[in-house]
Every structure is written in C-alpha cells, then in structure tokens.
C-alpha cells in the first residue's frame, strides 16, 4: 500500500505554481503581475514603438500555438505508444519503441528540425508548417515516451492483477485501470513538457514559420530597433508560459481530487 | 447446508482439479509435486509458513502465476491451455487480495460495476441495483459513494469482496485477506467471508486466521516449502496432526 502518489520529476519547463500555496506574494503572482506590469508601462508611456511592436506579434501568437497544439497532439500519441511499447513484453514492439527513443533523444532538437525541414524536403515536398509540427512532435513524442512509461510503472501491480482476476484481457485493463491512474501522474511533467515544447517552437523560426519569433525578427530588421522587439516577445512569451503553468497547476489540482481524504 | 463429507481426495465433481503441478522461480522451487482437488461448494483453508507457496499456489488457479509443468482444471476448463479464454474463466473466480487493491480511480459503487458493465455489457442500473445488494451484504451501502483513500482496511477488503461477488463467480480465491488488517478490523471481514460459506461458495482461503480454519472449513490443506504435506479435516488437523512439520507450525502459532 502507498500513501503517496508518486511524482514524477522533470527538470525542464517552467516551475508549475503549487495550488496549496496560499500566500499572498508568490513567484507567479510576482512573474505574472510584474510581467504585465511592464508590458503596460512600456505601451503606455512607450506606445514608440512598443505598441507598434505588440500590433505587429498576434499573428505569430496564433502561429506559435497552432505550432505547439498540433506538435504536443502528435507527441501525445507518439508517446503513448512509444511508452507502450517500452513496457511491452513483445521484443519487436519494445526494441522499436527503445530505438526510437534513444535516437530521437540523442540528436539536437534543432538538428532534427533542419533534418525533416531540409533532408526530407528533397524526397517529398511538405508545407513548412507541416514540417515543423512533424519534426517537433516526433522529438518530443520520445521525451513523452519515457513520461508514459513512468507513469504506467508507477501504478501498483495489484491494480492490475485485480483487473485481470475480474476478468479483464491487458488492453482492457490498461484502458480501464491503469491509464486512468497514471494520468494523475503523468500529468505534471507532460505540463511541463507542453511548456517547453511552446518555448521551443521558438526554434521553427528558423526555417520559414512565421510564429512569434520570426514576427519579431522581421519587425526588427526593418526597424533596427533589436532591443525593444526583442524585449517584447521575452514579455510575451513569459505571459503566455505564466498562464500556461497556472492552468496545468489547477487542472492537476482537480485531478487529485479522489486522492483526497 | 455446506457439504459434510471432507474427503476432498475422493472428490467426484471436483470444480478446480490441480495435478502434479510444479513452479519455479527461475532455479527456487516454488511449488513441488502439488496436486489438490476442491468440490462446488467446498471450502478449502490453506495454511503454512510464509514463503511455503500457498499463496503462489492460489494465484495458479486464476494464472496470476503460469506454471512449469502440470495441469489446473478450473470448471472443466484447462487454466493453463494457450486455446481456452482465460479471461472467460477469470471472470468466474473471484479473488480477494492481501492489500485489497481497490481501483483508487473509482467511487465504491464504481469498482462493483466496472467488471459486470464492461465485460457482461449489464446496463448500468441493474449493475448499480446487484452492486447495493452485495454492498448491503457486507455492510457498505452507506460508503457507496466514497473513494477507497476514504476508508478503513476493513471496508476496504469488505468492498473488494462484493467487487469479486459483482460478477457472480463459482469460485471465491482469498490471499492472506486479514494480514494487512489492524487486529480490530479482522473480525468484520472474516464475519463476510463465514456469511459468504454459509451461502455455499466455493472458496480457497490462504490465512493465518486459526479460528477461521476451525469454524469454516471442510478442509486444511498444510503446506511448507513447496509442497502439501498435509490434508485434513480441521478438528483432525489441529487436535491430531500427522505430519511432524504440522505439529510444529501448530506449535509455533497456538
């Protein structure tokens, strides 16, 4: 019997704000307000050319989400089944699963970008965006690979002998049992990894997607004005991540709920 | 009401028939030469040092564990053959386990008729009318709603029984099912358990539980270091045991 659920650590993302923390003056509400703070100081007293910049990003907000959504959708299930397979005790399944994960894991995000982008790009003809997506899900599938192996792992085994003693064939139980639990656990990290994944979308910029980034930079070869532009999307990005982890935090904090006494 | 003639070893309509089954645990010999038939209606008390695989024992009548060589007929139907539905014949034997293992995810009402809605494809208020029976049975109906975190050992274990009996097994398996209960709560499990043999279930029960065995059973099997030494009436078990390592275990416990 374990009392505690188990948590899985991952070290990369933003700090997810603890929902018990009742204080007044926490991190995030220091980040968030502050950040905000700013951004209306800055438009406001500085709308030259602050609120010229802030006119010229939604477009690559919507990019940069639309990049983020389609790309964490794809790693979810790439994940899903690379978790599965890792734990599978068919050798084929499992040792595709291990090889997909250990070489995903071992080349730089950036490098496989330019490889779907460029390499790919000669034997079929994509859209850059279709691109992107499928180059960021694929690299983060494998990251989620190792979340969903955890966490399926982190559910007692008498859960699942239960389950088949009831009369439950694996798929069943996985589906029924398992999976429902593990997702309290793997939650959290794939929170994290979301955020990293929107912060790393910031990469597609390199090759021809217009989100946040790349608006910005065109702004400032333009204008020249590097500093301010780049002051703004280190804002805005900051926002959007702030907003992100609260709502993860919240959502894990409901999830939790028949944990609670 | 329960069968009087315990001679388990002449058995003629044996519904879980175990024959010269052999376990390893790669080179540890969990289970040696054990063989063992058990009557519909029977109830068959195992008992044992740990580590003497009764309880290894108990999960090859359900495969939990596969065994080396051998064979297992639960209900005329080979466990261990790759071409009989496993599942199916799961579904039959309930099993009530040491640490409970209720699904943390689901209310009380929830775990009894996960099995009966998924699996027997029951609509869901005749699943939820069976599940408050049983749960008036042992003593839950007020907990229906709470989650497993939200209750004691005991209400736990006595959910996991009607969770077992939701699916209207032949045969109930019981592994150590008061050995993670605080002494206090024992007495309302086995109370459910003693109602549940009166009823004439089919039931194996590993337990350390002496009083039990007494009052219960038609039939002690002793077990120690992979192998049954012993198959007894209870009062012959415990007032006259045959075999040397019985007379110490007895020893040991009494």
Same mark, same amino acid.
């Given at each position: 019997m374990r009392d505690k659920p188990v948590v899985i650590e991952v070290g990369d993302g933003a700090a997810i704000p603890d929902p018990r923390d009742e204080g007044l003056f926490t991190a995030?509400?220091?980040?968030?307000?502050?950040?905000?703070?700013?951004?209306?100081?800055?438009? #406001?007293?500085?709308?030259?050319?602050?609120?010229?910049?802030?006119?010229?990003?939604?477009?690559?907000?919507?990019?940069?989400?639309? #990049?983020?959504?389609?790309?964490?959708?794809?790693?979810?299930?790439?994940?899903?089944?690379?978790?599965l397979g890792r734990i599978s005790k068919n050798t084929f399944f499992n040792l595709a699963a291990s090889t997909y994960i250990e070489v995903v894991r071992g080349i730089p995000l950036l490098v496989q970008l330019f490889y779907i982008y460029f390499a790919l790009g000669h034997l079929v003809r994509v859209p850059d965006m279709v691109a992107a997506i499928v180059a960021m899900g694929f690299c983060y599938g494998a990251y989620m690979g190792e979340v969903f192996r955890a966490g399926i792992l982190s559910i007692d085994t008498g859960q699942t002998e239960a389950s088949l003693s009831l009369g439950f064939n694996r798929s069943q139980t996985m589906r029924y049992v398992v999976l429902p639990q593990a997702w309290r656990?793997?939650?959290?990290? #794939?929170?994290?990894?979301?955020?990293?994944?929107?912060?790393?979308?910031?990469?597609?910029?390199?090759?021809? #997607?217009?989100?946040?980034?790349?608006?910005?930079?065109?702004?400032?070869?333009?204008?020249?004005?590097?500093?301010e532009t780049y002051t703004?999307?280190?804002?805005?990005?900051?926002?959007?991540?702030l907003i992100l982890s609260k709502i993860l935090s919240n959502v894990e904090h409901r999830l939790n709920h028949y944990e609670r006494r | 009401m329960w069968n009087t003639d315990s001679t388990i070893m002449n058995a003629d309509n044996p519904i879980i028939s175990?024959?010269?089954?052999?376990?390893?645990?790669?080179?540890?010999?969990?289970?040696?030469?054990?063989?063992?038939?058990? !009557?519909?209606?029977?109830?068959?008390?195992?008992?044992?040092?740990?580590?003497?695989?009764?309880?290894?024992?108990?999960?090859?009548? !359900?495969?939990?564990?596969?065994?080396?060589?051998?064979?297992?007929?639960?209900?005329?139907?080979?466990?261990?053959?790759?071409?009989?539905?496993?599942?199916?014949?799961?579904? %039959?034997?309930?099993?009530?386990?040491?640490?409970?293992?209720?699904?943390?995810?689901?209310?009380?009402?929830?775990?009894?008729?996960?099995?009966?809605?998924?699996?027997?494809?029951?609509?869901?208020?005749?699943?939820?009318?069976?599940?408050?029976?049983?749960?008036?049975?042992?003593?839950?109906?007020?907990?229906?709603?709470?989650?497993?975190?939200?209750?004691?050992?005991?209400?736990?274990?006595?959910?996991?029984?009607?969770?077992?009996?939701?699916?209207?097994?032949?045969?109930?398996?019981?592994? &150590?099912?008061?050995?993670?209960?605080?002494? %206090?709560?024992?007495? &309302?499990?086995?109370?459910?358990?003693?109602?549940?043999?009166? &009823?004439?279930?089919?039931m194996v029960v590993v337990t350390h539980e002496m009083g039990f065995a007494r009052e219960v059973a038609d039939s002690v099997v002793f077990m120690d270091e992979g192998k049954i030494l012993e198959i007894a009436p209870p009062n012959r078990f415990f007032d006259h045991p045959v075999h040397e390592r019985s007379r110490r275990f007895l020893e040991q416990i009494l």
């Amino acid at each position: 019997m374990r009392d505690k659920p188990v948590v899985i650590e991952v070290g990369d993302g933003a700090a997810i704000p603890d929902p018990r923390d009742e204080g007044l003056f926490t991190a995030w509400r220091i980040s968030f307000f502050g950040t905000l703070a700013i951004i209306a100081y800055l438009v #406001v007293f500085r709308p030259d050319p602050y609120l010229d910049i802030i006119k010229f990003l939604p477009d690559g907000i919507v990019v940069t989400f639309q #990049v983020t959504f389609a790309s964490i959708a794809l790693a979810l299930v790439l994940g899903l089944i690379a978790g599965l397979g890792r734990i599978s005790k068919n050798t084929f399944f499992n040792l595709a699963a291990s090889t997909y994960i250990e070489v995903v894991r071992g080349i730089p995000l950036l490098v496989q970008l330019f490889y779907i982008y460029f390499a790919l790009g000669h034997l079929v003809r994509v859209p850059d965006m279709v691109a992107a997506i499928v180059a960021m899900g694929f690299c983060y599938g494998a990251y989620m690979g190792e979340v969903f192996r955890a966490g399926i792992l982190s559910i007692d085994t008498g859960q699942t002998e239960a389950s088949l003693s009831l009369g439950f064939n694996r798929s069943q139980t996985m589906r029924y049992v398992v999976l429902p639990q593990a997702w309290r656990t793997i939650l959290p990290p #794939v929170g994290n990894e979301f955020i990293a994944l929107l912060k790393d979308t910031s990469l597609v910029s390199i090759l021809a #997607v217009s989100d946040i980034l790349r608006r910005g930079r065109e702004f400032a070869s333009e204008s020249f004005l590097y500093f301010e532009t780049y002051t703004m999307i280190a804002l805005i990005y900051l926002v959007i991540t702030l907003i992100l982890s609260k709502i993860l935090s919240n959502v894990e904090h409901r999830l939790n709920h028949y944990e609670r006494r | 009401m329960w069968n009087t003639d315990s001679t388990i070893m002449n058995a003629d309509n044996p519904i879980i028939s175990i024959q010269k089954v052999h376990k390893f645990f790669g080179t540890f010999k969990a289970l040696d030469d054990v063989s063992l038939t058990v !009557n519909a209606g029977q109830k068959v008390v195992v008992l044992g040092p740990s580590g003497s695989g009764k309880s290894t024992l108990l999960r090859t009548i !359900n495969r939990l564990e596969t065994i080396s060589s051998g064979s297992i007929i639960v209900d005329g139907q080979d466990v261990n053959d790759p071409g009989s539905d496993i599942n199916r014949i799961r579904a %039959e034997v309930g099993m009530v386990f040491q640490s409970f293992n209720l699904f943390r995810h689901k209310s009380v009402l929830d775990n009894l008729t996960l099995a009966p809605i998924k699996l027997k494809k029951e609509p869901r208020d005749q699943a939820e009318h069976h599940a408050m029976k049983l749960l008036e049975k042992v003593g839950m109906v007020d907990k229906a709603e709470s989650y497993p975190v939200q209750l004691s050992g005991g209400q736990q274990q006595r959910v996991a029984i009607a969770r077992a009996l939701a699916m209207n097994p032949k045969i109930m398996l019981f592994d &150590e099912p008061t050995s993670a209960l605080d002494p %206090e709560m024992i007495g &309302e499990v086995l109370d459910v358990m003693v109602t549940l043999a009166r &009823e004439g279930m089919t039931m194996v029960v590993v337990t350390h539980e002496m009083g039990f065995a007494r009052e219960v059973a038609d039939s002690v099997v002793f077990m120690d270091e992979g192998k049954i030494l012993e198959i007894a009436p209870p009062n012959r078990f415990f007032d006259h045991p045959v075999h040397e390592r019985s007379r110490r275990f007895l020893e040991q416990i009494l």
